[in-house]
């Protein structure tokens, strides 16, 4: 791979040549001399540009592997995200001996994760809530350690980590190099940077992912009733080779590839309830074609390596306007065209208008295609397929049983037909249209603020949980965003947090039973409105954390 002005390893450049890389993206061609004279670099960039070579290059290049101790450590919002770089490291570090690097992450076996790195990895890549508690068991040491890597920042704050985040760095009691990539940098992470990075280089290349013009995006207005059926349109209408589709909970997931392979599609799907061997083993198989459509919410996707994909579909628009950018990232990569198409309800309309300021750019609308246009679609498919067929010859013994068909006195025209209707299934109804009229443009600033309902956990402080504990697992349990997630309230044995009313039963049914640090959850709706104590200045007992709200 060729980077201007850098000579790489000769190991690296091998393993890259492996992996197709021939020339650096714009991120890597930016960060990667300044990450190796040593200095510190803020890079803005979207998911697809290159982001995990562009820290894993320099960072191979300044490992001592006669150290047996961690020298660069990585953090990453989601396990998902953590074995993927870690895995990405390891590719690039195919032909470097005595270089290890160790994925440490919540949810898995931790004793299996101290036996590997007791075996003396130099790159850690995980989780926050991992790290501090292998760093507090003295398992991670941090005297080696020459460089930190915040991977996807901004998504880490949103999911409740910027404690976390502030404890690891402050742990480190030496200066080192510090590397942070994110999409956006808000006003918390802007404190962060300047309490823990040393005059960083700014390195932007955000606008790639916002206004790819690899992606043709549309959307499609639809009544939220008709959308399995508007789906089932658009996928035999454009047959993608490999489409990936978007919903915001894991319910809505479970659901949505029930319903299709009842109807006979070749699907599997991705959330945080499917065991992490699974889901790679699941990944794998998208990746290979082996299956036609993956169904996943945000915070499984975010940061997998999904490549070849044709076509992203928003099952549901997304619930913020920067996961948007990173679903319809999954298509166009390396120059090549793809599509996005979101279904949106009117009642969603006025979300798309707020991704269309975010991005810049307006998304078209389009008409689900009626019943002729997709039973159309799907003959001229079947022929091509039966003139393929002929083409290759080799017909066999199936002219004998050809020949006996005919011997039954039927026309061949006749058979054909029969045999068409025993074989393909086409849609004969005359079929409605789906598509709805836009509605009356909404008023800048009629929304009003949502209702928000109050629920009780059953950890403190004294259990060691903090704000960022309870918002990063309703988050990532609930598959809701940060921002919907209102005040929290940490007491000594027990906490309080608000989130809008609309999440209540999904919060009730996901989050109780589930962990916080190996702990058991029980939520329940606050029997009580909001303390005199808590409506005043926080007292010794308890901490008090708010979110705000965009207005």
């Known amino acids: 791979m060729k980077i201007e002005n850098v000579i790489l390893n000769d190991n690296i450049q091998r393993a890259l040549g492996d992996m197709g890389f021939v020339e650096g993206t714009q991120i890597q061609q930016e960060a990667i001399p300044v990450i190796l004279e040593g200095k510190d670099i803020v890079g803005q960039s979207n998911t697809g540009t290159g982001k995990t070579a562009a820290f894993a290059i320099p960072i191979l290049e300044k490992i001592d592997k006669e150290i047996r101790m961690p020298q660069a450590l990585v953090l990453l919002p989601t396990r998902e995200l953590a074995v993927q770089v870690a895995n990405e490291v390891r590719k690039i570090a195919k032909y470097m001996d005595g270089i290890k690097t160790v994925a440490v992450y919540g949810g898995a076996d931790i004793r299996e994760q101290i036996r590997k790195l007791k075996g003396g990895a130099q790159i850690i890549v995980g989780t926050p809530g991992r790290v501090i508690d292998l760093i507090d068991r003295r398992v991670i040491k941090l005297s080696e350690m020459k460089i930190t890597v915040l991977d996807e920042a901004d998504e880490m704050l949103k999911m409740g980590f910027r404690e976390d985040i502030e404890l690891i760095l402050s742990k480190i009691d030496h200066p080192v190099q510090s590397l942070l990539f994110s999409a956006t940098i808000p006003q918390d992470m802007k404190k962060i940077i300047k309490k823990f990075l040393k005059d960083p280089v700014s390195i932007k290349t955000l606008r790639e992912g916002i206004t790819a013009k690899e992606v043709k995006q549309s959307y499609f207005l639809v009544k939220h009733s008709d959308k399995l059926e508007a789906l089932i349109r658009l996928i035999d209408t454009y047959t993608p080779k490999l489409t990936l589709i978007f919903c915001n909970t894991k319910r809505a997931v479970d659901q949505l590839y029930d319903q299709l392979i009842e109807k006979g599609y070749n699907c599997d799907k991705i959330h945080g309830d499917i065991k992490q061997s699974q889901r790679l083993d699941t990944l794998s198989k998208f990746n290979k ?21 044709e076509v992203v579909i928003n099952y549901e628009v997304p619930l913020k306007e920067d996961y948007y950018v990173h679903r319809i990232g999954r298509t166009g990569r390396a ?59 080799d017909l066999g013994e199936n002219r004998l049983l050809a020949g006996r068909l005919l011997d039954k006195g039927y026309d061949a025209e006749t058979i054909i037909a029969a045999m068409i209707k025993k074989l393909v299934k086409f849609d004969l109804s005359e079929g409605r249209d789906l598509n709805e009229k836009i509605p009356e443009r909404r008023k800048r600033g009629s929304l009003k603020a949502y209702d928000t309902d109050r629920f009780h956990v059953n950890l403190g402080k004294n259990q060691g949980i903090r704000p960022g504990d309870i918002l990063g697992a309703v988050a990532g349990e609930c598959g809701i965003p940060g921002s919907d997630i209102g005040e929290i309230e940490i007491f000594n044995n ?28 029980v939520v329940e709706m606050s029997k009580e409105k909001k303390s005199k104590q808590s409506r005043g200045k926080s007292s010794k007992n308890k901490s008090s954390w708010r979110r705000k709200k965009r207005k």
Do not use: C
């Open 335 to 393: 120059g090549k065209e793809g599509a996005s198409f979101t279904l949106a309800s009117p009642k969603e309309m006025n979300k798309i208008e707020n991704i269309e300021r975010y991005t810049k750019k307006s998304i078209r609308k389009r008409n689900i295609p009626t019943v002729e246009r997709v039973n159309e679609v799907k003959q001229d498919k079947f022929v091509r397929s039966i003139v393929s067929v002929i083409e290759k010859g």
């Open 289 to 309: 074609g082996l299956t036609d459509i993956l169904i996943a919410t945000d915070v499984a996707a975010r940061g997998l390596d999904i490549k070849e994909v």
């Open 494 to 521: 027990y906490s309080f947090f608000t989130a809008a009313k609309e999440h209540k039963h999904r919060i009730l049914d996901r989050m109780d039973g589930s962990q916080i640090k190996g702990m058991k959850v």
